[in-house]
Each structure stands twice: as C-alpha cells, then as structure tokens.
C-alpha cells in the first residue's frame, strides 16, 4: 500500500512573517497528522527571502515538538554545507528528544548560489564526489564503530532513519549501493525520474537498514471545491519557479487569476516541464492524478508538496488530497 507524506519549504508570503510561517507549518504538520499523513519534511535553503527553514534542524524540533506521532525530517540536509560530525550531533540530539520521528534525508546540492554557498563553507574546492564518503562517515557517528576515532555526543547510537535524496542518476545509484531509502525530487526536477528509479531497483544492496529497495518521489497537489479555484491556489507556487528560473527569487506572491495564459510560449513552456508532476483540481481530478501517478512509477511513497500563498486553502487543499489518497486506498 503506498503511504503519503508531506514536503514543506515554510514559505514566506509577501504580507508576512517568517515567525508567521514557522508558526504555520507546526500547525500544518499537525494538521497532517490528523490526516494520516506519513511524515513531515522540510529542506534546507539558504539565501532565499521565501523559505523559511534554512536552520532545518531547529525547524525540525519546531514542528516534532508541536506534534505527537507523525515522522519529522529533512528533504534534505545538503550535506556539503555542514561536516557530518555536526549533523551526527544535531540529529543525535533530535532523536534523544523524539526518538522514532527522525528523518535525516540527505542531498548534495548547495542549497543556495555559489554567492551563499561561499559564504556557508569558507571554501569551494572540496571535491562533489566526496558527498558518499561524507554518507559513510555520518553513518559512522551514529554507529559508534570507531572508524572515525571519535565518539559523537549527542549522535553515537541515535537512529534517525537515513534516506539519499537526488534529481539525477548519482543519488539513485549511491542510495542503491548503500541499502538506503531513495527520494527522488520529481516535484521540480522530473526529466530522469525513471530511469533514476529503474537504476536505484536494479542495483540495490541489501542493508541494515534495509532490506529491499524503497523509493518515494515528490509530486505537487493543488486541491481545492472546483477545478478554477485549484488553478488559482497554484498559480503562487507558479510564480515562484517562473522567478526562480529568471534569477529573481523573493516572497511568495498571492495567487494570480489565469496566470499561465498570461505566460509568454517559453515560460509556460518551462512551467510545464518542471511542474510535469503535478495534479490540479477537484478531490476527484487529484486521486486521479495520484493513481495515475503511483502507477506509473510504482513508487512506495508519494511526497505531497504544496506551496499556497493562503494558509487555510493550503490546510483544505491537504484535507482533499487525504480524501483523494483514501478513495485511492479503498479501490486498491
């Protein structure tokens, strides 16, 4: 039976507080609990004045602590920014508080421009293919085999659960050869979703961790009463790749009516690829999505993503989307 989770990049809208998005995503994590979703995650970004989660492992605490039993992680921590003997004792330390919540999903992308990612790391030198040997260590930590020569406080013993998170072929292949769980980022970046998946099932190695693959992959739901108001809701999150795309990132704008016509061919064109993935539209138009969907990549989970500028449409939107997934699972 796939299960269904939640992505969330704590958006700022314009009009806005981060206090206020911070203060919205507990109370969106909750109210995915109430739904049955399966876990909660946040990403790191850094440098964008419309996410709010770039301190990931403070948000994590955040939302773990305004909730009772839903998973709580990162999708993901971009590992190259931080030594992993900081994110051994970091989510050490959020597993000691809510032990059997924790995420650690892990990516090699900066997060950020090279402008920030400067910033972040001092030095831009070290070598991409570092990011497995950076894997192998954090496993260390929480292992506590002494490989490393040092014992992580908090971190030695904890047991986040760990996942490689990827856009292209690289992190299917090294959440294969390291028996991990695989989240593929389909939700922006779709064009090699699957062959990345073919690629993470073929060559999967058993592990401790896991003994047969598990792969989920991010997909955008906009949900709402009529099919115009779904359009509207997602034109927000529109505006924010079109921005994104034309280096000119920021707030996330209210909703626009008929904002993709308005498109020139090139930027409506780029939309379409990039938001491929995706589902707009009544309760009944989404579930078909969603089947549609798992169908088509077999996938064990399905990550919802959902940036909406107004909080309330953005928590109906998720209470279609659980009506959907439940008629799904009935017909199954």
């Not at 109430?34 to 770039?54: C, D, P, Q």
């Not at 070290?126 to 406080?153: C, H, K």
Request: aromatic letters at 8%.
């Amino acid at each position: 039976m796939t299960l269904y989770s939640l992505l969330d990049l704590v958006p700022v809208v314009e009009g806005g507080t981060v206090s206020q998005s911070l203060a919205n995503a507990a109370d969106l994590a909750r109210h995915a609990e109430t739904l049955g979703f399966n876990r909660y995650w946040v990403a790191e970004h850094h440098g964008m004045k419309g996410i709010a989660s770039a301190a990931t492992a403070v948000v994590i605490a955040h939302v773990a602590g305004a909730t009772k039993h839903i998973r709580v992680g990162s999708g993901g921590i971009m590992l190259p920014n931080s030594a992993p003997l900081q994110i051994a004792e970091q989510f050490g330390t959020l597993d000691a508080l809510y032990p059997g919540r924790i995420d650690l999903g892990l990516g090699r992308a900066p997060g950020s421009d090279q402008r920030v990612a400067h910033a972040l790391r001092r030095n831009l030198a070290s070598d991409a293919n570092q990011f497995p040997n950076d894997v192998v260590e954090l496993q260390s930590y929480f292992a506590d085999d002494g490989r490393t020569g040092i014992s992580a406080t908090p971190g030695a013993g904890a047991k986040p659960e760990m996942w490689i998170l990827g856009s292209s072929l690289f992190g299917a292949q090294l959440a294969a050869i390291l028996g991990l769980p695989y989240a593929f980022a389909s939700h922006f970046a779709p064009d090699a979703l699957d062959q990345a998946l073919a690629i993470y099932r073929r060559d999967f190695k058993p592990s401790a961790q896991l003994s047969r693959p598990y792969a989920m992959a991010g997909f955008n739901v906009f949900a709402a009463d009529t099919h115009d108001e779904a359009e509207f809701i997602a034109s927000s999150q529109q505006q924010s790749f079109i921005a994104l795309r034309t280096g000119t990132p920021g707030l996330m704008k209210p909703p626009v009516a008929n904002y993709r016509a308005s498109l020139p061919p090139s930027h409506a064109a780029m939309l379409d690829n990039v938001l491929s993935c995706s589902a707009i539209g009544t309760r009944d138009e989404v579930a078909r999505g969603i089947a549609d969907f798992v169908q088509r990549t077999q996938v064990d989970e399905v990550m919802v993503t959902s940036a909406i500028y107004d909080h309330d449409a953005r928590k109906h939107s998720l209470s279609l989307t659980a009506d959907a997934m439940a008629e799904l699972k009935q017909a199954a």
